[in-house]
T-cell receptor, first 117, second 110 residues
Framework: GAGVSQSPRYKVAKRGQDVALRCDPISGHVSLFWYQQALGQGPEFLTYFQNEAQLDKSGLPSDRFFAERPEGSVSTLKIQRTQQEDSAVYLC???????????????FGPGTRLTVL | DAKTTQPNSMESNEEEPVHLPCNHSTISGTDYIHWYRQLPSQGPEYVIHGLTSNVNNRMASLAIAEDRKSSTLILHRATLRDAAVYYCILRANYGQNFVFGPGTRLSVLP
């Protein structure tokens, strides 16, 4: 079946521009996560949704970052007034079960590589 | 989440076994040990997970020390397609997001 998809795969933005990154999770998956991965480092957690509810946004680095999942499926990560330090790969992952379960494998998309000039 | 320590990089020859170590001395009783790997230009993918007992699946084996303070991911016969960054992650039974470290970059030589 189809996995997690993300679009665009690559995005180049001028400093100060707003960008929107899209994530299509696996159909029916309840949980959705966003991670940021800088070059040469492991992914870092940004935010988590259970259905349409954003239950944890503790990893968002500033108020310029905003995520939504209004209908509990597709999610959008928006970055306002982009800065050079926002350059990274943004990964989306989904999971079929609610967080408080014994085990829930996360399925990752290929990521969106954002370059801010 | 408790912290894990892995070597930065390892090398293996093709078709030989690979043992990827992970130290997690501050692991708690409810922490599961997860392994994910990330191939070039892809998102991480699940490899294996365990709690106390050794685990086997089609991809790999996970050997967990009796005191659970360390574990080893075993690839029985490395192939060129196994070249990736391997992440060892701890997460509580009722945890949420994964906390990734820098992982181990595995190179497989033909």
């Amino acid at each position: 079946g189809a996995g997690v998809s993300q679009s665009p795969r690559y995005k180049v933005a001028k400093r100060g521009q707003d960008v929107a990154l899209r994530c299509d999770p696996i159909s029916g998956h309840v949980s959705l996560f966003w991670y940021q991965q800088a070059l040469g480092q492991g992914p870092e957690f940004l935010t988590y949704f259970q259905n349409e509810a954003q239950l944890d946004k503790s990893g968002l680095p500033s108020d310029r970052f905003f995520a939504e999942r209004p209908e509990g499926s597709v999610s959008t990560l928006k970055i306002q007034r982009t800065q050079q330090e926002d350059s990274a790969v943004y990964l989306c992952a989904s999971s079929s079960r609610q967080v408080r379960s014994k085990y829930n494998e996360q399925f990752f998309g290929p990521g969106t590589r954002l370059t801010v000039l | 989440d408790a912290k894990t320590t892995q070597p930065n990089s390892m090398e293996s020859n093709e078709e030989e076994p690979v043992h990827l170590p992970c130290n997690h001395s501050t692991i708690s009783g409810t922490d599961y040990i997860h392994w994910y790997r990330q191939l070039p230009s892809q998102g991480p993918e699940y490899v294996i997970h365990g709690l106390t007992s050794n685990v086997n699946n089609r991809m790999a084996s996970l050997a967990i020390a009796e005191d659970r303070k360390s574990s080893t991911l075993i690839l029985h016969r490395a192939t060129l397609r196994d070249a990736a960054v391997y992440y060892c992650i701890l997460r509580a039974n009722y945890g949420q997001n994964f906390v990734f470290g820098p992982g181990t970059r595995l190179s497989v030589l033909p």
